[in-house]
């Protein structure tokens, strides 16, 4: 059923555009030898896609088939070693086996996500790793499997320039579902240690609460066939870059001998916030002011995880014991999952973690642009010009100071201001 499916997903796309193609010839008396040259390029792109196993692997893919972490390799193909991309899918709203395109706002994030992913990636294999959970397999299986046959029916049916492609076929792709709970049951005292030093916020009502966002610290015992490991926010990310050129920082990371992964700073003074007990008692500290120990934002992580499995410092802070430590040494209980405790971590051990330019993880939240921070916010905050940004984060709240709230707080310098907001248009969606 799943075949047929996919097969007829691609004729009817096809039919739809020989049809609309066929009315705009007539409208624009364009020759028809360009007609005739866009069939040819149809029925190649037909002929290419079943040598590399998509259907089968789609099928595969939507029935949510899980398999297990240590059977999880390297991905060789004779265009070169794929790109490791993990991504955590887990459905953690109503019990459904078909994921809501219209109106779940983390489907609709995701498939954003993974369209402009899609969308430029060059000729380099990705293995797409998705951590998800028996329960949600297939779910997140549809999802991926949506925007690859949405991508496969317009390099069909369209050429490059009807839409921006980078190339006019997807390259290699391997897929792998693995269970969230295998990961979290490698270590579960440490599991444990970062759900006992949860802000109580957090354990009531927090996304965060969930154990999805735990099993991060634990991909290198997980994957132990794997060195490297591109790991990125599922929904929350815009990229204008092919991937491949996000991947290649492995080289950064690679001459940066002692770290185990490399990660982007948390452009907000968030942890200047959280550390304000820390700081009253350490007021020369340079922990959590701007610079260098401001915190981390895992949004975007590149794991060394051969690295990360032969440091004895990282392994000793994967107990409860050491978690608690460093929860009481910084004064402040976790909130933000394994993203506090790497923060933690590189506040003791900076040696461990290279500083992922601004420009892969550009984070765009104005949450804490009010008082008492929005004279320092920009400290934090300030990356490079826009045409130099590759990624986008879109966290928090934004893109107007109405819409976080601050617009009315009293005394602050941007009250009743309507001109500082974040702006950053896809046109494409006006007429998708």
């Not at 097969?7 to 796309?13: G, K, Q, R």
């Not at 290198?220 to 491949?244: G, R, T, Y």
């Not at 185990?260 to 959280?274: C, F, R, V």
Request: aromatic share 12%; glycine share 4%.
């Amino acid at each position: 059923m799943v075949r047929r499916r996919l097969s007829l997903n691609l004729l009817v796309y096809s039919l739809i555009s020989s049809i609309s193609l066929m009315v705009y010839l007539q409208r624009n008396s364009v020759k028809i030898h360009n007609y005739t040259f866009n069939i040819i390029n149809l029925v190649n792109n037909i002929k290419a896609y079943p040598d590399r196993g998509y259907i089968h692997k789609l099928e595969k893919l939507f029935s949510g088939f899980l398999v297990p972490c240590s059977s999880v390799q390297s991905y060789q193909h004779t265009q070169g070693e794929a790109i490791n991309l993990g991504l955590v899918l887990i459905n953690t709203g109503l019990p459904s086996t078909s994921p809501d395109f219209r109106s779940d706002e983390f489907v609709y994030k995701s498939v954003r996500n993974l369209k402009g992913i899609l969308a430029l990636t060059g000729d380099r294999p990705i293995h797409f790793i998705i951590v998800t959970n028996p329960s949600s397999g297939s779910w997140a299986g549809q999802i991926i499997s949506y925007c690859i046959t949405r991508r496969l029916s317009l390099d069909i049916i369209q050429e490059r320039w009807f839409r921006w492609r980078n190339k006019d076929r997807l390259p290699p792709l391997k897929f792998s579902l693995v269970d969230s709970e295998e990961i979290l049951n490698l270590n579960p005292d440490f599991i444990q240690g970062l759900f006992d030093n949860r802000e109580p916020s957090t354990a009531e009502k927090n996304k965060y609460s969930s154990t999805l966002f735990y099993v991060a610290p634990l991909y290198h015992l997980a994957f132990k066939s794997l060195e490297k490991l591109l790991v990125i926010d599922s929904s929350d990310l815009e990229f204008l870059v092919d991937i491949a050129e996000l991947y290649d920082e492995f080289n950064e990371l690679e001459k940066d001998k002692k770290a185990i992964m490399s990660l982007g700073l948390d452009l907000a003074p968030h942890y200047y916030n959280q550390l304000g007990k820390y700081r009253r008692i350490h007021p020369n500290t340079e922990i959590g002011k701007p610079g260098r120990f401001q915190g981390f934002n895992t949004g975007v992580v590149l794991y060394r995880l051969d690295r990360m499995r032969e440091s004895e410092i990282y392994n000793k802070f994967l107990s409860s014991d050491r978690v608690s430590f460093l929860t009481k040494k910084f004064m402040y209980k976790i909130s933000l999952a394994e993203q506090d405790f790497f923060t933690n971590l590189g506040f003791i051990h900076p040696e461990l973690f290279n500083i992922l330019p601004c420009t892969f993880n550009k984070q765009e939240s104005i949450q804490y642009l009010a008082p008492p921070f929005e004279e320092i916010f920009d400290l934090y905050h300030d990356c490079k010009e826009k045409k130099d940004v590759k990624v986008y984060h879109i966290n928090g709240c934004g893109p107007t100071l109405e819409l976080c709230k601050h617009q009315d707080m009293p005394g602050s310098r941007l009250q009743g201001d309507k001109t500082y907001h974040f702006f950053h248009a896809n046109f494409e969606v006006f007429w998708e």
